[in-house]
């Protein structure tokens, strides 16, 4: 959920009509400039946790905005949109994901009492769609490998009950 400005200011002879979403990260208590990041209007305003108390009011022509919006768009006009980190208009989403969210999903093989799960890849086509094997569920034969690694897992006592 985040707070926006709705540009209406007149641009050659018509409305900007540009929403300028302000994220919660950034904007959450927070007081400053802002632009519109389709005419670059200067807007100043008050966020108190995450509520606007106070603005947007438009600022003097010329005034320099503190930051700008992370993203905006006019849904009047088809939805044209100006994406994030687009230079002199938003500003970059600088929050990158943790290192665990970079590279190959890991596969699952195991729950954490040690049982094993139907969620690794590659099943086999015998599976039918997405893993759908009957009730009877033969890991023996399915998937000699992490059969193999279960019956390890059950000698060196990692396997748990509740």
């Known amino acids: 959920m985040c ?3 709705w540009c209406k200011k007149d641009v050659d002879g018509k409305p900007c009509n540009t929403v300028n979403y302000l994220d919660p990260y950034c904007f959450w208590n927070w007081k ?3 632009n519109c990041a389709n005419c670059g209007t200067v ?9 606007m108390y106070e603005g947007p009011t438009e600022q003097a022509a010329g005034t320099k905005p503190d930051t700008s919006p992370l993203y905006a ?13 687009t230079p002199g208009k938003t500003r970059p989403f600088e929050c990158l994901p943790r290192h665990i969210y970079l590279g ?3 596969m699952v093989k195991f729950s954490i009492r040690g049982r094993p799960v ?8 015998s599976a039918g769609i997405a893993g759908q094997f009957p009730y009877h569920w033969d890991l023996k034969n399915l998937a000699p490998e992490v ?12 396997v748990k009950d509740w």
């Open 43 to 51: 807007y100043y305003i008050h966020m108190i946790q995450g509520h």
């Open 32 to 34: 400053g400039t802002v």
């Open 73 to 85: 768009d006019k849904p009047l006009e088809g939805y044209t949109f100006i994406t994030m980190g």
């Open 3 to 5: 707070d926006i400005i």
């Open 104 to 106: 190959v999903p890991d």
């Open 147 to 158: 059969w193999e690694e279960y019956q390890q897992k059950i000698a060196n006592g990692e």
């Open 118 to 125: 139907r969620g690794w890849r590659p099943q086999k086509a």
